[in-house]
């Protein structure tokens, strides 16, 4: 279930209006996924930015464009308006069509949530995957559904594309035991009190690091079951990461080896009901 469209489009480089493009002329959108293929390289050391302004580099930068290949890089999510477009700037003239640039975008529009649960009767969700996009909750639940509570939602992950600004669950108004069981949320809660979850936020791994020490608050010793970790961009230079050295106020994120830029972690601690 997802809160958006889900594209995948191409464009070959053209230097006419700034190097830009975009994949709709109306619609919303935020980048989930891109990279470069080059196959008519520039000068030695030449590189490659994009962004959402002329010159920016929002998105990435210093992406090698000197010798052919595809290319994958560090880059940002961002968030564009209705008819924003995107822009590619190399740092020495390149020819038309001497770089294809793939990218992945989900229409983001605020309404548009993964999920909107607006039922009195007996809905069962389960197994699934529910995301937002940038722009919206992953899961919506309204006071129709809160005053019949028949639905249930179990073994499922859930996930805003935005969990600094969006909701992983909003519910109208204040529901005390929502019926969502043994899930995995990337994202903060609103009006949400009974599904014991107890905290979520971001942490970084810095560059230079490996680990970085979690603040739980959540005033008892969660098991490692009830930690749930995910990076939200890539490792970079790590493989993996762990975590360890629980207690009544902390847990700490490791990577096996310094990820050589920072990598944001969403965490959350959630019992299983």
Known sequence: MQGGVKTTWEWSYDDANNGRFRPYATDPYILLGVYVEVVANGAAGATLDLGTSIGGTQIATGIPIDVNGSFQFTFVKVEVAAAGYLYSTPSVAMADNSMIIRYTVMTNHATTRGLYVNTVGNARITNCTIESNGASDAVYISDVAETGNGFKISNS????????????????????????????????????????????????????????????????????????????????????????????????????????????????VVKTL
Do not use: R
């Not at 009006?191 to 008892?220: K, M, P, Q, R, W």
């Not at 493989?239 to 847990?251: E, G, L, M, N, P």
């Open 157 to 268: 992950h859930i996930e805003t594309m935005d969990p600094t600004n969006q909701k992983s669950v909003t519910c109208q108004s204040a529901y005390i035991g929502v019926p969502i069981y043994n899930s995995t949320f990337i994202g903060p809660f609103t009006n949400v009190s009974g599904l014991v979850h107890e905290n979520s936020g971001i942490a970084t791994v810095a560059d230079t690091t490996t680990s970085i020490v979690v603040h739980h608050g959540c005033g008892y010793i969660p098991s490692a079951g009830h930690i749930n970790v995910h990076p939200i961009e890539p490792l970079n230079n790590a493989a993996s990461y762990y975590v360890d050295t629980i207690d009544i106020d902390h847990f700490t994120i490791h990577t096996n080896i310094d990820p050589g830029v920072d990598v944001d972690f969403a965490w959350s």
